[in-house]
C-alpha cells in the first residue's frame, strides 16, 4: 500500500525556516517524482515544488523560489522540503504527492506562519 | 486568480448529471494531460482522472473526463450526496514550468 506521511509543520515567525519531510512507503520510491502541493485556509490548491527520480532537476513556483527548497533522499524513501524567509502568505496545509500530478497524496501537514 | 477556469459551483438533483469545465490555454491544456481531483471536506485530495480521461482503478464510472483543445471537462452521472466534494483540475504550464490548478468546483447535490 502506498503511503506517504508529512511532518514537520509548526507554528513559525515572520521570517523563520521550518523543514517539512514526506516519508514514503510501498512502491519504489526511486522512480518517480515528488512533488508538494499547499492549501491555504479556506482556500484552493497550489502546487508549490516537485523533484525528478535522482533529484537533478527541480521546479518552483514563482512565489517561493529563492526562499524554499526541495531535495531528496532515495536511500532513506523520503523528501524534503526546507521553507526559509517564511511569510504569513505560507499558512497552509501543505501536502507531499507522488508524481507530478499526484496519484497518491499524504494527508498534509499545517504550516502557520504568524508572530 | 488561476492560469485555469473553473465555475466556482455546480449544483443538481441526486440521480442528475454535472459538468465541471476548466479553461486554459495552449501552454497548458492545450499541449499537456488534464488531470481531475476530488477533495471531499476535510480531506486530503485523491486525483479521480489523468491524461486526460482515464480512470483510476477506483475512479467509479459516474466520473468521465475529457478534452478538446485548450479546455477540458469532468462529468459526473447518477450524482450521489457523497459526490458532494471540491474538484479540482490540473496540469502542467510549459511557458511556467509549473503544475497549475484552478481554482476549484464545489459540487452540490441539492
Known amino acids: 500500500e502506498v503511503q506517504l506521511v508529512e511532518s514537520g509543520g509548526g507554528l513559525v515567525q515572520p521570517g523563520g525556516s521550518l523543514r517539512l519531510s514526506c516519508a514514503a512507503s510501498?512502491?519504489?520510491?526511486?522512480?518517480?517524482?515528488m512533488s508538494w502541493v499547499r492549501q491555504a485556509p479556506g482556500k484552493g490548491l497550489e502546487w508549490v515544488a516537485n523533484?525528478?527520480?535522482?533529484?537533478?532537476?527541480?521546479y518552483y513556483v514563482d512565489s517561493v523560489k529563492g526562499r524554499f527548497a526541495i531535495y531528496r533522499d532515495n536511500s532513506k524513501n523520503s523528501v524534503v522540503l526546507q521553507m526559509d524567509s517564511l511569510r504569513a502568505e505560507d499558512t497552509a496545509v501543505y501536502y507531499c504527492?507522488?508524481?507530478?500530478?499526484?496519484?497518491?497524496w499524504g494527508r498534509g501537514t499545517l504550516v502557520t506562519v504568524s508572530s | 486568480q488561476s492560469v485555469l477556469t473553473q465555475p466556482p459551483s455546480v449544483s443538481a438533483a441526486p440521480g442528475q448529471k454535472v459538468t465541471i469545465s476548466c479553461s486554459g490555454s495552449?501552454?497548458?491544456?492545450?499541449?499537456?494531460?488534464v488531470s481531475w481531483y476530488q477533495q471531499l471536506p476535510g480531506t486530503a485530495p485523491k486525483l479521480l482522472i489523468y491524461?486526460?480521461?482515464k480512470g483510476l482503478s477506483g475512479t467509479p464510472d459516474r466520473f468521465s473526463g475529457s478534452k478538446s483543445g485548450t479546455s477540458a471537462t469532468l462529468g459526473i452521472t447518477g450524482l450521489q450526496t457523497g459526490d458532494e466534494a471540491d474538484y479540482y483540475c490540473?496540469?502542467?504550464?510549459?511557458?511556467?514550468?509549473?503544475?497549475?490548478f484552478g481554482i476549484g468546483t464545489k459540487v452540490t447535490v441539492l
Open positions: 504527492a507522488r508524481r507530478t500530478n499526484g496519484d497518491y
Open positions: 510501498g512502491f519504489s520510491f526511486s522512480i518517480y517524482w
Open positions: 523533484i525528478n527520480k535522482d533529484g537533478s532537476v527541480k
Open positions: 495552449t501552454s497548458n491544456i492545450g499541449n499537456n494531460a
Open positions: 491524461e486526460n480521461n
Open positions: 490540473g496540469t502542467w504550464d510549459s511557458s511556467l514550468s509549473a503544475y497549475v
